[in-house]
């Protein structure tokens, strides 16, 4: 069973135009670009209701590598990959029409090999959970934020900035109330709601493997389907959540927002990879929704069994 949201404030076709009655939502991603594959159509319809969002980068996104294939011939952002990022992100933000915010670290790196390698010296996932945090909370005091959205402890995926940005996100959203803690990052600011963004959904995936083999159609959904009764050693599955999903935004009218915003992120998407197998209006059909798990709030909780259908439920 779903909840419905109390209504929406403003006018939905109008982004930008703040309601008098808007509220705030936080998102704090790991890497430009994360802010597009995870939450961009949520975050673009509760602009278009005239609410208030803003988007974290933790880092610089420079030890990313080209993913693009129709790229790997052009050097100019392997030189630069945080300036192209940042050119990315610019256009992704105009895209969504969120504010953001650079958070100041340099990308860890996605280490490979066995044994793994250490991370980079001076490097955001290396950095004491304090020192990492700290940028975060002076934002969240000045933003004053009513939701903030972030990663599970797994990260949504196991790379060490994704664990960071979470680890980062609990502590602003734990911290940033209390007045003893951090004084001198702002004037204290409690959020009230904590949400786990839930973008590796198993039930959702399995929907979109069957529909495409029912169109007759590759899936490259398979192996990922196959293995999700596999876990980690400590009872989980690599990829998939760590929490149920407790909240579920319909926001299908905003789906090409996602893609849009996916696609200014040119060195690190792949215009013919598997973000975009699945057609638009498959994904409006099967799946209108993007999911969240509520993790902390200060004005209650969904009842046990229900679906809650707003992240801002209980503040409006």
Not at 18 to 34: G, I, K, Q
Not at 83 to 94: T, V
Not at 226 to 238: Q, R
Not at 290 to 296: G, N, P, Q, V
Request: hydrophobic content about 40%; glycine content about 8%.
């Amino acid at each position: 069973m779903r909840i419905g949201c109390s209504g929406v404030v403003g006018h939905p076709s109008i982004l930008g135009v703040v309601s008098e009655n808007a509220l705030r939502l936080l998102a704090v991603h790991a890497h430009p670009d994360d802010e597009s594959s995870k939450g961009a159509p949520m975050m673009a319809k509760y602009l278009a209701e005239g609410h208030e969002v803003m988007v974290v980068s933790c880092t610089d996104g420079s030890r990313g590598d080209i993913q693009n294939p129709a790229l790997l011939g052009q050097p100019h952002a392997s030189r630069d990959m945080a300036g192209a990022r940042r050119l990315e992100m610019a256009e992704a933000q105009q895209i969504i029409g969120v504010q953001h915010r650079w958070l100041g670290f340099t990308d860890s790196g996605l280490p490979e090999g066995d044994p793994l390698p250490p991370l980079p010296w001076g490097a955001f996932a290396t950095l004491p959970l304090h020192q990492a945090a700290a940028p975060l909370v002076r934002l969240v005091r000045e933003f004053r934020p009513h939701v903030i959205v972030s990663y599970d402890e797994n990260g949504g995926y196991p790379h060490p900035d994704h664990i960071m940005a979470h680890r980062v996100a609990v502590e602003a959203f734990r911290a940033a109330g209390l007045p003893d803690e951090y004084p001198d990052a702002g004037e204290p600011w409690a959020p009230a709601k904590l949400y786990y963004d839930v973008p590796f959904n198993v039930s959702k995936y399995e929907a979109f493997h069957r529909a495409l083999l029912e169109a007759g159609l590759e899936s490259p959904y398979a192996s990922w389907v196959a293995s999700a009764t596999e876990d980690d050693g400590e009872g989980h599955h690599p990829w998939a959540a760590r929490h149920p999903v407790t909240s579920q935004v319909e926001c299908a009218e905003y789906f090409d927002v996602r893609d849009r915003a996916l696609a200014a992120h040119a060195s690190q998407v792949d215009p013919n990879g598997w973000f975009f197998v699945v057609s638009l209006a498959m994904r409006q059909r099967l799946w209108p929704w993007e999911d969240y798990s509520l993790i902390s709030s200060s004005v209650g909780f969904p009842p046990q069994g229900e679906i809650e259908m707003d992240l801002f439920a209980g503040l409006r």
